[in-house]
């Protein structure tokens, strides 16, 4: 298989930089040395602002979405310093900002789904919830978190650790 850096390359995709975040909240944290748990992504372009179903169509959600699972890659790669430590994407959790009866969140999640099949192959097939939500963080249409299964490593991630942290 392809190595996801090299992957995201062929798609044409470059992970951002990270800029600072709230120093009490942690990147991403590691549990049993084997899974990394990600905090909410959003969109990276910060103009998207509204609901799904309302300002946004189905089609741009997924976009939106795709937007938020390169956030969380990018979380990944600052933590691991490499993206081939992912073993498989176990859990996806998609928060849509929806507007009253818009019953398509799944269809705007398929924006994450998609692209870590993309980049991981099999390894990016993982257990997911859709869910619709009234509101989100700064009105963005979308939030996503990733629980990826990693490769162990030597170093210590965990929430206690004394590392400064970055969110993008």
Not at 148 to 155: A, D, L, V
Request: glycine share 8%.
């Amino acid at each position: 298989m392809t190595h996801p850096e090299e992957k995201l390359k062929e798609l044409g995709i470059e992970l951002p930089d990270l800029t600072p975040f709230h120093p009490a909240v942690a990147l991403g944290v590691i549990t049993d040395a084997n899974l990394l748990y990600t905090c909410g992504s959003t969109p990276l372009d910060k103009s998207w602002k509204g609901r799904v179903g309302e300002v946004y169509t189905t089609e741009q959600g997924y976009q939106a979405a795709r937007e938020c699972a390169i956030a969380q890659l990018a979380i990944a790669k600052a933590v691991l310093g490499d993206l081939g430590r992912i073993k498989r994407v176990v859990k996806v959790l998609g928060m849509v900002n929806a507007a009253p009866g818009f019953g398509e969140t799944p269809q705007v999640i398929h924006g994450v789904s998609e692209l870590y099949f993309e980049v991981f192959g099999e390894k990016g097939v993982h257990a997911r919830s859709a869910v619709g939500l009234q509101a989100l963080p700064a009105e963005v249409p979308v939030e996503v978190e990733t629980i990826f299964e990693i490769e162990p490593s030597h170093t210590d991630y965990s929430s206690d650790a004394d590392t400064e942290h970055d969110e993008i």
